[in-house]
């Protein structure tokens, strides 16, 4: 074993299922996590730092088909499905997904854990966490570091000033923003223009995202400001 804690997050429902992985992986020296819903699951491996994912495929909100692909999009980060599924076709298009490896219930653990050591092995530790901690609402998915924002792996022609604005709306989604505040954290305290450069900004964001790809993401709350939704 890698002296190196790597923490794993396991992606499944039934609770009883999850706690003894859980137990076993530590007894082993892993730090680990669970998650019982798909779309959490893939919040959470966006925005944290886990160096291996077990991963179910039935689950609630997102199936653990498409969580593995919407991963994909963004990092390398070892993933192996844990699943009672286990019909060929479906180990096919787990794999065909980018999942590392396919083990179906019921398992020994001493199995699992070489599977792991193989999918670790096949990693460099930099490609464990999630690349860039890019941020994504729907198919829109943000890069901060690169200044680039992409819907359905499209990239997204931005000013400098839209890309800020953009950022910080979806840093704050569901916060309805009213526009003073939006002025004052992307223009800055001492902008002195027009106060409408706001809604302006937000009509050139609908025309580049909302309107092109026939899904709305910025909505107005009348008489208050800004919003981006889910």
């Given at each position: 074993m890698t002296t190196e804690i790597i923490k794993i997050?396991?992606?499944e429902d039934e609770w009883k299922i999850a706690r003894f992985l859980q137990m076993e992986l530590e007894h082993e020296g892993f730090k680990t996590a669970i998650?019982?819903?798909?779309?959490r699951a893939l919040?959470?491996?966006?925005?944290e730092a886990?160096?291996?994912?077990?991963l179910d495929v039935m689950l609630p909100e997102m199936n653990g088909i498409e969580v593995c692909k919407r991963v994909r999009e963004l990092s390398e980060i070892p993933i192996i499905m844990v699943t009672a599924k286990d019909e060929i076709e479906d180990k096919v298009v787990g794999l065909d997904t980018g999942a590392d490896d396919y083990l179906t219930k019921p398992f020994a653990i001493q199995?699992?854990?070489a599977r792991i050591r193989a999918a670790l092995r096949k990693h460099k530790p930099a490609a464990a966490p999630c690349v860039e901690n890019a941020l994504r609402i729907k198919n829109l998915v943000l890069f901060p570091s690169r200044y680039q924002?992409?819907?359905?792996?499209?990239?997204?022609?931005l000013t400098k000033k839209e890309y800020d604005l953009l950022e910080y709306l979806v840093r704050n989604?569901?916060?309805?923003?009213?526009?003073?505040h939006i002025l004052q954290k992307v223009w800055g305290y001492e902008y002195l223009g027009d106060t409408n450069v706001v809604d302006v900004y937000i009509r050139y964001l609908r025309s580049k995202i909302d309107e092109r790809f026939g899904e709305k993401y910025i909505h107005t709350v009348r008489g208050v400001g800004y919003v981006v939704k889910d």
């Open positions: 997050l396991i992606v998650e019982a819903n798909g779309q919040e959470r491996i966006i925005q886990f160096g291996l994912v077990l199995e699992l854990l924002a992409k819907v359905a792996e499209e990239l997204i022609d989604k569901h916060v309805v923003l009213d526009r003073q």
